[in-house]
């Protein structure tokens, strides 16, 4: 008997259900998600040997586990959630919105597809991708807390701190506010002092002799 396994996923949980070819539902399992997720589910669905499974948004929240299945040896197929929410809206046996009825659903949409967009093993290519993206974000992140020290220093230092600054040119322009700790300690100087030193020390480090690694 042919079986179609429709599986609702979330961040910290996954639901399955089984159906058959006349949309009934034969068993349902609910898995949390971690590192055992794949062998429990595998484990579950055991007891159907013709299964397909049917994973609801496979390239978005249920990608990790879809490319787990893919990887396992098992057939699925994605299944927009727009298509499992009408099922869904037009099925008399599950008008409550909740996991097992979403699960259902899924498995519906896969079941009545007259052509099922079948999951593919990703290549590398789908890791240097990943790669790229965090080598932007990481550069993105550093941009912004850089903009937001040197706005936050124009407002405590007359010219603020050249662009091409390092964390030591930042200390050296960051005046201290506490002045009792200004007295106590011997290496402090005042704002206009430390706005000097900063563009001293960037005027240099742009001389030909003077170049210095880039934070």
Known sequence: MTVMIGVDPHKGSHTAVAVDVTELALSQFKVRSGPAQLERLLTWAGRFPERSWAVENATGLGYLLAQQLVGAG????????????????????SVNKNDPHDARSVAIAALRSPAPVEVRAEDHSAVARLWSKRQR?????????????????CELVAAGCRTRSTPQRWRNCWPRSNRAARRSSPGWSSPVTCSRTCAASTSKSESPGGASKRW
């Open 74 to 93: 098992e057939r699925v197929v994605d299944v927009q959630p727009k298509l499992a929410a009408r099922v869904r809206l037009l099925d008399s046996q």
């Open 137 to 153: 974000d990481l550069a993105r992140a550093r941009n912004k807390v850089a903009c937001r020290l040197h706005s936050l220093l």
